[in-house]
């Protein structure tokens, strides 16, 4: 029945049988298209197989957009983010829920480049939940993926009806097989090619901001006191879920960073154990939300939200103590991937007072990163520039 009534409508007779076809399909934009056996798929890579050096350059080329791409990778990180705000995504009044989208970070296959190109994949609605054995560890290849720019011209890759994944291999273990590189932060601000995601032993020098607080499941609305904050809320469930964020300064001795962590990377960040991490977040369900905002060092934090004192000056102490300000090994990505259109912000002129005498210098930008992991140093050579210039 589909065929008999969008057939004629798309494609003239006369043209399908010219070119031999008996009828033809359009296909939808919420369809999904699921293949009956791995043959109709024509040169699948196979597992050794990586990309050629003239498909690499077109395929991470910023001049031809809304293409059709294909190719094989292996799944760096899998993430959820969060939906954008209501007056962005629906009309005024509707009551849909809001959901989020998943970005996929993946490693292209390469021969002979020490960095392998990084690309984001992004899966929206109504392609969601993503399909099965998409996980960071897994070699896939993708099929018929929408090639986008974005505005500040870095390539990345949308799910359509017509995308097809097939897992090549399954992740061996919990981690990614592909090692990401341990470099000095000062290796950030130089020019050419640098690493999207890598490993920097530095050490934590302040926290800038920390946010607990617990939302809605249904509308991602504020959860106070054990119900949805939304105004004449009708969602289904009133289930809340915890969401968390801290920003971090850190250093390695040759460069500092701001780092952002979400969710349970914040309790790797505060060095909180699951109990402990579990415990916090408990005593946080009650005002649904706590957020502190430290100014400078020695200043007093600002904080949203009428909360308990105790919980106020736990985290205050614990956001200055020694159990934060720590050396640790940071595996991370740049929050925004560096573009060959838009070249490095150059070191801007800053004035300092030391006692009675003004002092000017150049100080680089400072580097923006999001946290994949956080660990504890094993040794003291672990300590990045700091143990080798001692």
Known sequence: MLFEESGSSCTSQRLLELAGCTSCLTIQDDWTLELESFQDIPDVPSIDR?????????????????????????????????????????????????????????????????????????????????????????????????????????????????????????????????PLPHIYLAGLLQGGQVPFQAIASCHIVSVFSLQLLWVCAHCTSLFLQGRCSQQGSTCPTQTPVSQASIRLLVEDGTADAVVTCKNHHVAAALGLCPSEWASLLEFVRGPGKVALQFIGPGSQPEYSAKIDEPLTFFLRTLCTSLSVLRPIVLSFELERKPSKNIPLDPPRLQRFQCGEHPLLTYVNPRIQLLCLSIQEPKHANSLGAFASSS
């Open 50 to 178: 990586a990309l050629p050096e003239s498909s690499l350059t077109d395929l991470l080329s910023s001049n031809s957009a809304d293409s059709l791409v294909s190719f094989s990778a292996e799944i760096l990180s899998r993430i959820l983010c969060e939906p954008l705000p209501a007056p962005l995504r629906t009309k005024p009044g509707s009551t849909e829920a809001r959901r989020g989208y998943v970005k996929i970070t993946v490693a292209l296959e390469t021969a002979d480049c020490e960095f392998p190109p990084h690309l984001d994949i992004y899966i929206e609605d109504p392609h969601l939940p993503p399909p099965l054995g998409l996980l960071p560890g897994a070699r896939v290849y993708f099929n018929q993926l929408e090639k986008r720019v974005s505005r500040s011209h870095n390539v990345y890759c949308c799910f359509r009806s017509s995308t097809y994944v097939q897992v090549l291999s399954f992740p061996p273990e919990t981690t990614v097989s592909v």
